[in-house]
T-cell receptor, first 116, second 114 residues
């Protein structure tokens, strides 16, 4: 069975601090895809990134970076120089296919509060 | 439209009543999903429609839940004889046909059963 664990329920940081959101997953599939979504107060989930299980290169997009390590089954998300607009609930998710045809398995989310 | 549209945004109903939640996916998107987000929980898959194929209903929690998708576009999620544990945010998502298309979510319907 697939499972995603986000151990951090809530995190508060002061603006400009760096913050890392942890994600640990379980799957028996050899091919799988990992996702991060952001849910701002408006409620709409916003797609941030997708990684496949064959590509362990870290990825950086502006202030966001992701560290995928198969050895520890982790896909952690770091926000550098956090801003108030980063305040949201962040979800890590897992799927057998890149588009999420098989239902995404979500973690319970981490609520990030960035304080000015 | 520009994004996935869900209505109503909020719904308060009495226990035992039926409710219908509506989802308008992004135009042209053939795949449509319903998820449920309960307080303090992650998103729980409910049902998945792909084109004209039979829907994947494996996530529906009970036979009180049903969904249909008319004309391959708008979808309605129906909950019969609502219970308090049905209170949650119901999220709809759609996806394009491209192999790598990610899911696009709506803002959800917050259902409160009193």
């Amino acid at each position: 069975a697939q499972k995603v664990t986000q151990a951090q329920t809530e995190i508060s940081v002061v603006e400009k601090e760096d913050v890392t959101l942890d994600c640990v997953y379980e799957t028996r599939d050899t091919t799988y895809y990992l996702f991060w979504y952001k849910q701002p107060p408006s409620g709409e989930l916003v797609f941030l990134i997708r990684r496949n299980s064959f590509d362990e290169q870290n990825e950086i997009s502006g202030r966001y970076s992701w560290n995928f390590q198969k050895s520890t089954s982790s896909f952690n998300f770091t926000i550098t120089a956090s801003q108030v607009v980063d305040s949201a609930v962040y979800f890590c998710a897992l799927s057998e296919d890149p588009a999420g045809n098989t239902p995404l398995v979500f973690g319970k989310g981490t609520r990030l509060s960035v304080i000015a | 439209g520009a994004g996935v549209s869900q209505s109503p945004s909020n719904k308060v109903t009495e226990k035992g009543k039926d409710v219908e939640l509506r989802c308008d996916p992004i135009s042209g998107h053939t795949a449509l999903y319903w998820y449920r987000q309960s307080l303090g929980q992650g998103l729980e898959f409910l049902i998945y429609f792909q084109g004209n194929s039979a829907p994947d209903k494996s996530g529906l929690p009970s036979d009180r839940f049903s969904a249909e998708r008319t004309g391959g576009s708008v979808s309605t999620l129906t909950i019969q004889r609502t219970q308090q544990e049905d209170s949650a945010v119901y999220l709809c998502a759609s996806r394009g046909d491209s192999y790598n298309s990610p899911l696009h979510f709506g803002n959800g319907t917050r259902l409160t059963v009193t």
